[in-house]
């Protein structure tokens, strides 16, 4: 690598960025962003203040359709890291206007493929042998083009074929020098974030460059196809069930850092509503169950698929299971697996159930809880909005959204933006890829069906939630109970302990209130036994209620039987004034 410079145009270090072609491809990056930040900051900031805000309200469109339509351009001819940033961009149905997402979206299909000859000569230097002598067969004209790689389909020898019980196969390859292309994207990005940095605004609120190492970290992942077999091999293991989730199966005789060979999975394309119709598959029925699946891995397991975009996950259509399913979602591509912490992912749960609750608190104590609003944040008016923001437009399809009034949008718009411009918001760690996957998943889904209802696949997954956190609870406070309990059971035997040695003459006492205020302590632990496994019974029975009725019932009618116990110790305690002659003394003294 060259040593470290300053480039005149980008005004920033380039260590990583050696050749003349890199150079300019650095630049070319760093000149557009540039020019988006500029561009952004002119329009959206400058022109409102100086009282020309229909002008940019006006044009806003058309300008983002020009950016997006540039950045494609760009992004084909540069390919790497640029392909990957667009087709998430693609994927925003939910925030991004038709006119913009029809422009990336084309980056799903449009990568261009590697020479095959560059393909041939980097598989076999991979593999240390001539490909004819690998595979029966292999396809020179690439089943797909990706940003980092293509792939493939062939057919594994007769040897290959008994060991691991299939034929057909998918082979990823790497494009020839995608690591280098990746460093210098990477050093592009570095600069931006940097620049971003330096805005007040922005750096109150998300650690630019941090994000920036956290996409370069997952993005040589993405290029180590080692790590992508393991991620595919533990994907299988904890979502592949074969019914609703599936996924290929790794080839690791033919498997190394640069080359991936998978079994071929490939069918119908998770966007081609035409297709899924054409099979008999209800495009609704897979939005529904896609968000579902996604779900569980972001909130449930913590390991998840972080591009899920229409070209990493196929719809399989198959004869009638046990369960009359005829279609199951087959995911490929694992170089970008994401994990959640326990931290994170409880707050992440919180989140969840809240929104189906459509409860603005919640929601808010949910934020807090992963990093997003600081702790010392005054969140009254945010939770005053979000309670609005449920009332309203709770419940609402996507489709149903975009028919109502626009100017109705802005004034909440407005409203919520003043309650957020003031709150110290942060964009925590390991939040790049759940961001990702959620924006993936809520666009892919309102595509399929224009009225996918989010509340719809939210509600039962948060009441699956709730009742685990309901359990939970019950089981954290059981063992809390039953810990004092076990505490309360042994002080009447330390306390017949003492008595006795004060019979015994051991251990002498003063004044005999002494020993009637030990024989009224020992009677009432004995109550507040009782009380506590009443109330031990009564509290899970009522937790229980919904997600287990006749293990509910049970536990209620059964905790009468405690409750009857403290009661009558109750009255006979009235009644009753215990006594005990005690052995008087000046002084209390313990004889060994």
């Known amino acids: ?67 997006s339509r540039r ?72 089943v797909a083009a990706a940003s980092l790689g293509q792939a493939h389909r062939a057919r594994l020898s007769a040897d290959d074929e008994r060991i691991v019980g299939f034929r057909d196969v998918v082979v990823k390859v790497q494009r020839p020098g995608i690591d280098e292309i990746v460093e210098i994207d990477l050093a592009a990005l570095r600069t931006i974030a940097d620049r971003l940095s330096r805005v007040g605004f922005v750096a109150r609120r998300v650690d630019v460059p941090a994000l920036v190492e ?24 904890e979502f592949a069930d074969g019914a609703r989730v599936a996924g290929p199966t790794v080839v690791w005789e033919r498997t190394t850092r640069r080359v991936l060979t998978l079994s071929d999975v490939t069918a119908i394309k998770l966007n081609d509503v035409d297709g899924l119709r054409a099979a008999g598959i209800d495009p609704a029925e897979v939005a529904q169950t896609f968000a579902e699946v996604m779900f569980e891995q972001l909130f449930g397991a913590g390991f998840f698929h972080a591009d899920p975009h229409p070209g990493n996950v196929f719809v399989t259509p198959h004869a009638p299971d046990a369960a009359g399913r005829t279609w199951t979602l087959t995911f490929i591509d694992f170089g970008m697996m994401g994990h959640v912490p326990p931290e994170l992912r ?80 942060q964009l925590p760690e390991n939040f790049l ?22 509340w719809h696949a939210v509600e039962p997954f948060a009441q699956r ?26 002080l009447p035997v330390r306390i017949d302990q003492v008595a006795a040695r004060i019979d015994r003459g051991e251990l002498a006492v003063d004044t005999p209130e002494i020993e009637r205020r030990l024989d009224r302590l020992e009677g009432m632990l004995r109550l507040v036994i009782a009380a506590v496994v009443f109330a031990t019974m009564a509290v899970g029975g009522s937790l229980l209620w919904t997600a287990a009725p006749p293990l509910a019932v049970t536990l209620l009618v059964v905790s009468i039987v405690p409750l009857l116990i403290a009661l009558s110790g109750l009255t006979r305690r009235r009644g009753r004034r215990p006594h005990r002659r005690a052995h008087r003394s000046p002084h209390v003294t313990a004889r060994r």
């Open 214 to 237: 956290e996409f370069a970290a997952t993005s040589r992942e993405e290029i180590d196809y080692l790590h992508e077999g393991v991620s595919a091999e533990r994907f299988g293991l």
């Open 1 to 67: 690598m060259a040593e470290s410079r300053t480039d005149p145009d980008a005004g920033a270090s380039m260590d990583d960025v050696d050749a003349p072609a890199s150079r300019s491809r650095y630049r070319r990056i760093v000149r557009f962003a540039t020019g988006v930040m500029l561009s952004t900051w002119w329009f959206e900031v400058v022109l409102p203040r100086i009282g020309f805000a229909g002008v940019a309200e006006r044009g806003r469109t058309a300008r983002l359709q020009r950016i």
């Open 346 to 425: 409880a707050g992440l749960r919180r989140i969840v159930i809240a929104v189906a609750a459509r409860d603005g608190k919640g929601l808010v104590a949910g934020i807090q809880q992963i990093g997003v609003l600081l702790p010392s944040a005054d969140t009254t008016e945010l939770e005053r909005a979000l309670t609005e923001l449920f009332a309203r437009f709770g419940g609402l399809a996507f489709a149903e959204l975009q028919d109502l009034d626009p100017r109705e949008f802005q004034a909440f718009a407005d409203e919520f933006g003043e309650a957020m411009r003031e709150l110290p918001v």
């Open 71 to 142: 950045f494609r351009v760009l992004a084909i001819e540069l390919g790497g890291l640029m392909i990957k940033v667009g087709q998430f961009l693609s994927s925003r149905l939910d925030v991004l206007p038709p006119e913009v997402t029809s422009e990336l979206e084309q980056l799903q299909d449009e990568v261009p493929p590697v020479p095959f000859d560059e393909i041939r000569a980097l598989a076999e230097a991979e593999l240390g042998v001539a490909l004819g002598r690998v595979y029966a067969s292999f396809d020179e004209v690439p």
């Open 433 to 454: 890829l759940i961001t990702r996957a959620v924006s993936l998943t809520s666009g892919v889904c309102s595509a399929l069906d224009p009225g996918f209802n989010v």
């Open 465 to 490: 939630l709730l009742r685990e956190e309901s359990r939970g609870a019950l089981t954290d406070a059981a063992k809390s109970v039953f810990s004092y309990a076990k505490t309360i059971v042994g």
